[in-house]
Each structure stands twice: as structure tokens, then as C-alpha cells.
T-cell receptor, first 114, second 114 residues
């Protein structure tokens, strides 16, 4: 069975500081990887995804994530965060062998302080 | 504007009552999904449907039922058999239900059992 682990339930950081949100997965088959963001009392929005090709993927608002197959990781990073980045971030995987099910991590709450 | 709507935003239910959560999309997507979100946990799949008049159980289908009579609509009924229904419920859709398709989420319904 596959699983997704987000070890940090909350990450406090000061504005303009860099941040890394960790995501590790386990799976017996290859997977596609996703990061979603959830603002308070809202649904999830896709932040970025890795399907194939370059292992470094970027979002339009400055986040990036790197797929590391040997370490089975897909950590999310941003070099300088803003107050508006305060939200919950979910890592998710989907198996390549025809499963339609997204498997989510438990989420990491990013709290950006002024 | 295309998107996914869920209603109501907040729902209160007495124990022993069935309630139905609405999910509508005008994105012309074939696939639709229902997830449950509990505090400190990721999303868990309740049911999904890849085409009209067909749906499959997810990981936690017990105590829930769905229908897919129209492409645009995928209502979820929380029955009295669901032991712990208080949660945040999210509906999602994707174009074809393929593993590379992005899932788009609605704003959610927060259900509280009194």
C-alpha cells in the first residue's frame, strides 16, 4: 500500500524567510506527485505537480518542489514567504498503475509571522 | 465562470437523521469525487464516479451513499449509519478521471452533528 508522510504538522516562519515543507512517500509502484494548498475554510487548490520530465517543478507564486526518487521525497520550498502564504499544504500521490485515487498526507500548516 | 459549487456551506444535523450534501460542476468534467477531511488528517476518499450512472466506493464509504444521474451533479447522502459524521466534506472533479488529470475542489461543506 502507498502512503504519504508529512512529518511537520505546523511550520512557523517569519515573513521573507525561506521555508521547506517536507513530504515523503512510500509506494510499490511509480507515482505522480502533487502539492495542494488550502486557505482557511476553503477547498484545495493545486499548487504544482510532477508527472514526468524535469524533477524540479515550479508554481506561479514562487513555490517549487523537487522529486527525489532515491529518497522518495517531494519537498516544497519557497525562498521568501509572504503573510499571504499562511495556509495548510497537502502533499498527495497517485499510482501510475491505473488507480484514480489521490492519497493525501496529513497536511502541514504554514504560519507566516510579520 | 466555471467551477464547483457545494451547498450548504454549514450544515447541522441531529443524530439519527440523513442529510444530503450538494455538489455541482459546470466544468464539463466526467469524473467527480467526495472526500472527507478531519482535523490533523489528510483527505480520505468516500466515493468517486468516472461517468454518469456509475460510481465506486472509496476508502471510507460505510454510512454514505451517492448518485450520479447527471454529469454535473454528484450529491452525497450521510446516513444515520455513519458513526462519526462531523467533518469537512469536499467535492472534486477532473476532466476524464485519468491519473494525470488535475482534480479541482469545491469550497466544502462543514457538517456538524448535534
Amino acid at each position: 500500500a502507498q502512503s504519504v508522510t508529512q512529518l511537520d504538522s505546523q511550520v512557523p516562519v517569519f515573513e521573507e524567510a525561506p521555508v521547506e515543507l517536507r513530504c515523503n512517500y512510500s509506494s510499490s509502484v511509480s507515482v505522480y506527485l502533487f502539492w495542494y494548498v488550502q486557505y482557511p475554510n476553503q477547498g484545495l487548490q493545486l499548487l504544482l505537480k510532477y508527472l514526468s520530465g524535469s524533477t524540479l517543478v515550479e508554481s506561479i507564486n514562487g513555490f517549487e518542489a523537487e522529486f527525489n526518487k532515491s529518497q522518495t521525497s517531494f519537498h516544497l520550498r519557497k525562498p521568501s514567504v509572504h503573510i499571504s502564504d499562511t495556509a495548510e499544504y497537502f502533499c498527495a500521490v497517485i499510482r501510475m498503475d491505473s488507480s484514480y485515487k489521490l492519497i493525501f498526507g496529513s497536511g502541514t500548516r504554514l504560519l507566516v509571522r510579520p | 465562470d466555471g467551477g464547483i459549487t457545494q451547498s450548504p456551506k454549514y450544515l447541522f444535523r441531529k443524530e439519527g437523521q440523513n442529510v444530503t450534501l450538494s455538489c455541482e460542476q459546470n466544468l464539463n468534467h466526467d469524473a467527480m469525487y467526495w472526500y472527507r477531511q478531519d482535523p490533523g488528517q489528510g483527505l480520505r476518499l468516500i466515493y468517486y464516479s468516472q461517468i454518469v450512472n456509475d460510481f465506486q466506493k472509496g476508502d471510507i464509504a460505510e454510512g454514505y451513499s451517492v448518485s450520479r444521474e447527471k454529469k454535473e451533479s454528484f450529491p452525497l447522502t450521510v446516513t444515520s449509519a455513519q458513526k462519526n459524521p462531523t467533518a469537512f466534506y469536499l467535492c472534486a472533479s477532473s476532466k476524464f478521471g485519468g491519473i494525470q488529470d488535475t482534480q479541482y475542489f469545491g469550497p466544502g461543506t462543514r457538517l456538524t452533528v448535534l
